[in-house]
Structure formats: C-alpha cells, structure tokens
Nanobody
Framework: VQLVESGGGLVQAGGSLTLSCAASGRSFSDFVMGWFRQTPGKRREFVSTIKMNSGHGYYGHPVKGRFTISRDSAKNTVYLQMNRLEIGDTALYYC??????????????????WGRGIQVTGSS
C-alpha cells in the first residue's frame, strides 16, 4: 500500500491550501482516510478523517470550521481544503489509511498505513 501526498507549501496566514493524498497498491473496503499533523518534539495530532464509503468527515477542534475534508472514492483519493490558515497550522501533515475503524475514533496507534508527510508552513 502506498500513500502519496501532494499540495503542501508556504502560505501567508489567512490564506488557503489544498492537500491531496492518493492511495494505491490494492483494493480497499470499509476504510477511512485522513490526516494527522506533527511538529518537532510533539506527538502526531488528529486533524481530520473521512469515511470513504459514506463521505462523512470529522475534524479536530483546532481546525473545525476552517478545514474541509472530501474524497474521490473512484480514485481512492482524499483532499484537505485548508482555509484561514494560521501560523499554528505549521506542521508536517501525514496522510493515513485504515480499514475497519470508525472515522471519528482513529488514534495514531490504529493506523497501519501512513504517507511520508508533507510540509505546510503558515507565514506572517
């Protein structure tokens, strides 16, 4: 299984950025995709997940109302639209895929598949 992230970069505070993550390698069933993020010296933090069958999305408190997760089931691809970016959103963003779990209850230890991570930097 391979997860390939794209779309990261540097953006001014208040701006927008969209991350993408495409999964490949085999077929998946009853699966969740989404994002965690990590800053140096800290554990990975839940950002957002989406149930790929239903499209129901879930958000961590720091991003709720600013970020929107969506998916293209035919392409096994998840998107994270990040609006009103804050300097505090600066982190390495990791895509995830997990099968057989409920989307709002994903913790880092549940996840067998991770992307390599992509940097998002908010600037003043």
């Amino acid at each position: 299984v391979q997860l390939v992230e794209s779309g990261g970069g540097l953006v001014q505070a208040g701006g927008s950025l969209t991350l993408s993550c495409a999964a490949s390698g085999r077929s998946f069933s009853d699966f969740v995709m989404g994002w965690f993020r990590q800053t140096p010296g800290k554990r990975r933090e839940f950002v957002s997940t989406i149930k790929m069958n239903s499209g129901h999305g879930y958000y961590g408190h720091p991003v709720k109302g600013r970020f929107t997760i969506s998916r293209d089931s035919a392409k096994n691809t998840v998107y994270l639209q990040m609006n009103r970016l804050e300097i505090g959103d600066t982190a390495l963003y990791y895509c995830l895929l997990v099968e057989g779990k409920d989307a709002p209850f994903i913790v880092e230890q549940d996840v067998p598949y991770w992307g390599r991570g992509i940097q998002v930097t908010g600037s003043s």
